[in-house]
C-alpha cells in the first residue's frame, strides 16, 4: 500500500497522559499536515511540514501539543497531558508542493478517546 | 459569514434520484475549490476539483459562482454507493494553498 499511513488506528487513554501519533506519508510528498476532527464536523487544520521545517501552527494547536518530521519523511504529533476535549480523529495528509494547489491525500486517522 | 458554509442536511433520496448540495465561502481571493466524500469512520477522500465555472465527471457536477461565492455539486442517478458525508472545501494559505478549510459536511443516504 503506496498511501499514507498512520498508527495506531485508536488510542483510548486516561486523562493526563501523553500520547504520540505517527504518520507516514507517500514517499515522494515533501509537504504533510495534520487535522483534527470531531463528531459532526469538519477535519480543522492543525499544522504543516514542508519537508523538515513546521511552516505553520494553528490556534487550535494549544502548547501541550507538538509535532516534528525529523527528516522530512515521517511525522509524529504528541498531546501531553490529555484533556477529554482531546477526543478526536486526528488525520494526516501528504501532497507534493508546487505552484497552485496540489491534492492532499489524507491517512485512514488516529481515533483518540480520552477517558 | 463562516469561511466554509453547507447545506446541514441530512439528505435521505432513493436511488436514481438527483441531489444537490450547497456551499459558500467567505474568502473571495480563493480560486479553486474541492468535493471531498468520506465514509463513516473513514478518511477524506478527493471527489472533484473546481477551478474555473464547473467540473463534470461522469454523474458528478461541480459548479462555482465566483459572484455569489457558491459552489455547488449535483449528483444524478443516485446509487447507493454514493451514501456519505459531502465536504466542501476550500484552500487558503497565501499562494501555495496549503491549507483546507472544510464544510461541516452534509450527509447522503441514498436509500434502495
Known amino acids: 500500500d503506496t498511501g499514507v499511513s498512520q498508527d495506531p488506528r485508536h488510542k483510548i487513554t486516561k486523562r493526563g497522559q501523553n500520547v504520540t501519533f505517527r504518520c507516514d506519508p507517500i514517499?515522494?510528498?515533501?509537504?504533510l499536515y495534520w487535522y483534527r476532527q470531531t463528531l459532526g464536523q469538519g477535519p480543522e487544520f492543525l499544522t504543516y511540514?514542508?519537508?523538515?521545517?513546521?511552516?505553520?501552527k494553528s490556534r487550535l494547536l494549544s502548547d501541550r501539543f507538538s509535532a516534528e518530521r525529523p527528516k522530512g519523511s515521517f511525522s509524529t504529533l504528541e498531546i501531553q497531558r490529555t484533556e477529554q476535549g482531546d477526543s478526536a480523529m486526528y488525520l494526516c495528509?501528504?501532497?507534493?508542493?508546487?505552484?497552485?494547489?496540489?491534492?492532499?491525500?489524507f491517512g485512514p486517522g488516529t481515533r483518540l478517546l480520552v477517558l | 459569514r463562516k469561511e466554509v458554509e453547507q447545506d446541514p442536511g441530512p439528505f435521505n433520496v432513493p436511488e436514481g434520484a438527483t441531489v444537490a448540495f450547497n456551499c459558500t465561502y467567505s474568502?473571495?481571493?480563493?480560486?479553486?475549490f474541492f468535493w471531498y466524500r468520506q465514509d463513516c469512520r473513514k478518511e477524506p477522500k478527493l471527489l472533484m476539483s473546481?477551478?474555473?465555472s464547473g467540473n463534470e465527471d461522469g454523474r458528478f457536477t461541480a459548479q462555482l459562482n465566483r459572484a455569489s461565492q457558491y459552489i455547488s455539486l449535483l449528483i444524478r442517478d443516485s446509487k447507493l454507493s454514493d451514501s456519505a458525508t459531502y465536504l466542501c472545501?476550500?484552500?487558503?494559505?497565501?499562494?501555495?494553498?496549503?491549507?483546507?478549510?472544510f464544510g461541516k459536511g452534509t450527509l447522503l443516504t441514498v436509500n434502495p
Open positions: 495528509a501528504s501532497s507534493l508542493r508546487g505552484p497552485g494547489v496540489w491534492t492532499q491525500y
Open positions: 472545501v476550500v484552500p487558503s494559505g497565501g499562494g501555495s494553498n496549503y491549507k483546507l478549510t
Open positions: 473546481v477551478y474555473s
Open positions: 474568502n473571495s481571493a480563493s480560486q479553486s
Open positions: 514517499s515522494e510528498h515533501n509537504r
Open positions: 511540514f514542508q519537508n523538515e521545517a513546521q511552516l505553520e
